[in-house]
């Protein structure tokens, strides 16, 4: 199947390209408005831009629903301060997520709503979910305007990790686990090996192509 995405409308667009593109990370950004209200909000669009310095990006959609048309709190916040912490979900943390990425009016903290507690960073103003096993404090590097979204490039300043998941300067991955966005839904990350690898068939339990196509 071919198809041409300019033929295509741009929720078609998405749709294909969030079932495509998987699994992917989320960014759980909490930000900080310029009269001291701490909002929080999920990104699957997020990934790692840079090494050296270290820089994180998220990109960020318009407004939906009743909200169609604005710009959503957590770009206007970024905008306002230049700051951000990019907070890592966790399957134990994944209803909390959940609910501070409801649709919800300007004033609401979703730290409060969603029963997290907002902890103080070392480097920015901007508070990072004490609950969530990795913060990275960032400030801002860029914002780009790409169509209708706009990418939020941060430059990494301080790191929080529990001590738990440290290990010899690695983080331990089934100690964090982490979850990724399908689509619309998710999956926590539950099989983890290296490869090359033998029966790969047996790990994954799925079908493996040996034909060396």
């Known amino acids: 199947m071919i198809i041409d995405p300019l033929n295509m409308t741009a929720k078609q667009n998405y749709k294909l390209l969030i079932g495509s593109v998987v699994p992917r990370p989320i960014a759980w950004v909490s930000t900080m408005s310029s009269d001291g209200l701490a909002n929080l909000a999920p990104f699957s669009f997020f990934t790692v831009v840079s090494r050296n310095p270290p820089m994180l990006a998220f990109s960020v959609g318009e407004g939906v629903e ?35 990425g409801e649709h919800l009016p300007r004033e609401i903290d979703e730290f409060e ?30 914002i780009i305007r790409l169509g209708d979204d706009h990418l939020v490039i941060g430059k990494l300043v301080k790191f929080h990790i529990k001590d738990e998941l440290y290990q010899n300067g690695r983080i331990n991955l089934e100690k964090l686990a982490p979850i990724g966005r399908l689509a619309g839904n998710y999956a926590p990350v539950e099989t983890i090996f290296s490869l090359p690898i033998e029966h790969l068939d047996e790990i994954l339990k799925v079908p493996v192509d040996k034909s060396n196509k």
């Open 66 to 100: 009743e909200r169609t048309g604005t710009v959503k709190d957590t770009l206007q916040n970024i905008r306002e301060n230049g700051e951000f912490v990019i907070n890592i979900v966790t399957a134990r943390l994944a209803n909390e997520m959940a609910k501070s």
């Open 113 to 142: 709503y969603a029963g997290l507690t907002a902890a103080e960073s070392i480097e920015i103003s901007v508070p990072r979910v004490l609950e969530a096993p990795v913060n990275m404090e960032c400030q801002l590097h860029d």
